[in-house]
Antibody, heavy 119, light 110 residues
Framework: QVQLQQSGPGLVKPSQTLSLTCAISGDSVSSNSAAWNWIRQSPSRGLEWLGRTYYRSRWYNEYAVSVKSRITINPDTSKNRFSLQLNSVTPEDTAVYYC?????????WGQGTLVTVSS | QSVLTQPPSASGTPGQRVTISCSGS????????VNWYQQLPGTAPKVLIYSNNQRPSGVPDRFSGSKSGTSASLAISGLQSEDEADYFCAAWDDSLKGWVFGGGTKLTAL
């Protein structure tokens, strides 16, 4: 059974960087049949896919147009996890952030992290 | 404004069959499979249906999915009070190159 455990701060100041990590158990971040995503949810924007990283003989990263200039998703093979960095945050980035796994073998979500952008 | 369109609410009496629709376009539902998620208050979404009509192990067969053209539907037969939740559809969009979601349907058991 795949489990995703999120960690990271729940409060970020405007203009700073939001950083979250998703630890994977029961699968490998280097799996050739999975993709590792970050999704957020807010009352104003609903569910919004932010981006993903996946390995198919080499690493690929794909990002939503809405955040492409501010986002980085990195795999960490040594610790079997992946991370999200979102730069220059504003109050509009306040949301519950989820890490997820998609692909063969099932669709799994982390527990969610409420991130509030406020001074 | 969500890319996929769902009714904001649906309701039924216990035991009844309820359907929730999800409308998209040729770049998402028209070309790719649809997932359905159930979200209970304060929890993460959980996949109910993947690849249009497949149920993960542990999901009751009261839940079923279908797709036709650029639309999809989730059906819940024998509605139970514990089915009260928000339901979301999702699909990969080839034009946007990302996952897109419906705005969610709040299901109430009357």
């Amino acid at each position: 059974q795949v489990q995703l455990q999120q960690s990271g701060p729940g409060l970020v100041k405007p203009s700073q960087t939001l950083s979250l990590t998703c630890a994977i158990s029961g699968d490998s971040v280097s799996s050739n049949s999975a993709a590792w995503n970050w999704i957020r949810q807010s009352p104003s924007r609903g569910l919004e896919w932010l981006g993903r990283t996946y390995y198919r003989s080499r690493w690929y990263n794909e990002y939503a147009v809405s955040v492409k200039s501010r986002i980085t998703i990195n795999p960490d093979t040594s610790k079997n996890r992946f991370s999200l960095q979102l730069n220059s945050v504003t109050p509009e980035d306040t949301a519950v952030y989820y890490c997820t796994r998609t692909g063969d073998g099932g669709d799994y979500w982390g527990q969610g992290t409420l991130v509030t952008v406020s001074s | 404004q969500s890319v996929l369109t769902q009714p904001p609410s649906a309701s039924g009496t216990p035991g009844q069959r309820v359907t929730i629709s999800c409308s998209g376009s040729s770049s998402n539902i028209g070309r790719n499979t649809v997932n359905w998620y159930q979200q209970l208050p304060g929890t993460a979404p959980k996949v109910l249906i993947y690849s249009n009509n497949q149920r993960p192990s542990g999901v009751p067969d009261r839940f079923s999915g279908s797709k036709s053209g650029t639309s999809a539907s989730l059906a819940i037969s024998g509605l139970q009070s514990e089915d009260e939740a928000d339901y979301f559809c999702a699909a990969w969009d080839d034009s946007l190159k990302g996952w897109v979601f419906g705005g969610g349907t709040k299901l109430t058991a009357l």
